[in-house]
């Protein structure tokens, strides 16, 4: 069992990332890392897609934080600060030593590149506000406040996926595959095929959950579970 207040992941090495407080853990069955920085106060958003290369995103500062795998801190970047005024409401590791960042002040998605500092805009801006948002090496993906669904690759090309239903919560899964959450209950979506299949769980009620690997976590009030599905 694990007190958390957010359950964000496990990596390939068995590993669970989550936040308690304004601490951020990552633990096995031996050994706990943990990252505290009370001078930046709440963790908006943690991205474990390179274990290597954790991003912790602060929004009430404007700041990332990036973490090696013992959650040693490694670089430290206050967008306040960048040549480019940039306010961040969306942050995501993107490819070739990036990030992929929403820049509130001109509603365009970019590129940062964490070697030189410097910011690259990718897109026209948006027209409506991020709902939900998940991002890969090579994709930037949203809900808009309109329940329709985009994608944005490296190159700044943006795709319409279509309208999705009202949901609690989105997890995208490729380009044209995604999960969402509604009153506790989880749906799998497949555009190209046209598929909207309610996925049958145990639980109740949960906090959260995450999919990678055809492994589907649930974060419950009192536990993690995970569960081993093949979707179509």
Same mark, same amino acid.
């Given at each position: 069992?694990?007190?958390?207040?957010?359950?964000?992941?496990?990596?390939?090495?068995?590993?669970?990332?989550?936040?308690?407080?304004?601490?951020?853990?990552?633990?096995?069955?031996?050994?706990?890392?943990?990252?505290?920085?009370?001078?930046?106060?709440?963790?908006?958003?943690?991205?474990?897609?390179?274990?290597?290369?954790? !991003?912790? *995103?602060?929004?009430?500062?404007?700041?990332?934080?990036? $973490? #090696? @795998? %013992? +959650?040693?801190?490694?670089?430290?970047?206050?967008?306040?600060?960048?040549?480019?005024?940039?306010?961040?409401?969306?942050?995501?590791?993107?490819?070739?030593?990036?990030?992929?960042?929403?820049?509130?002040?001109?509603?365009?998605?970019?590129?940062?590149?964490?070697?030189?500092?410097?910011?690259?805009?990718?897109?026209?801006?948006?027209?409506?506000?991020?709902?939900?948002?998940?991002?890969?090496?090579?994709?930037?993906?949203?809900?808009?406040?309109?329940?329709?669904?985009?994608?944005?690759?490296?190159?700044?090309?943006?795709?319409?996926?279509?309208?999705?239903?009202?949901?609690?919560? !989105?997890? *995208?899964?490729?380009?044209?595959?995604?999960?969402?959450? $509604? #009153? @506790? %209950? +989880?749906?799998?979506?497949?555009?190209?095929?046209?598929?909207?299949?309610?996925?049958?769980?145990?639980?109740?009620?949960?906090?959260?959950?995450?999919?990678?690997?055809?492994?589907?976590?649930?974060?419950?009030?009192?536990?993690?579970?995970?569960?081993?599905?093949?979707?179509?």
């Amino acid at each position: 069992m694990i007190d958390a207040d957010e359950f964000v992941g496990y990596d390939s090495f068995g590993y669970a990332y989550y936040t308690k407080g304004s601490v951020f853990n990552k633990q096995n069955e031996r050994e706990l890392f943990q990252y505290k920085n009370v001078a930046l106060g709440k963790i908006k958003r943690v991205d474990i897609l390179n274990p290597l290369k954790i !991003v912790l *995103f602060y929004e009430n500062f404007n700041t990332v934080v990036l $973490l #090696d @795998n %013992q +959650l040693n801190e490694t670089q430290k970047i206050n967008f306040s600060e960048n040549q480019t005024p940039i306010v961040a409401s969306a942050i995501g590791l993107s490819a070739q030593n990036k990030l992929w960042v929403f820049n509130n002040l001109t509603q365009q998605l970019g590129l940062f590149d964490l070697t030189k500092n410097g910011f690259s805009t990718l897109a026209t801006p948006f027209s409506k506000t991020i709902k939900f948002y998940h991002s890969d090496y090579n994709y930037f993906y949203w809900v808009d406040s309109s329940n329709e669904a985009y994608y944005c690759d490296l190159f700044g090309r943006i795709t319409s996926l279509g309208t999705i239903p009202n949901a609690d919560a !989105v997890h *995208f899964v490729s380009d044209y595959q995604f999960m969402y959450a $509604l #009153d @506790n %209950q +989880l749906y799998w979506v497949d555009f190209k095929k046209n598929l909207y299949l309610p996925i049958t769980l145990n639980e109740k009620t949960f906090k959260s959950f995450s999919y990678k690997e055809q492994i589907l976590t649930i974060f419950t009030e009192r536990e993690i579970r995970t569960f081993k599905i093949q979707l179509p």
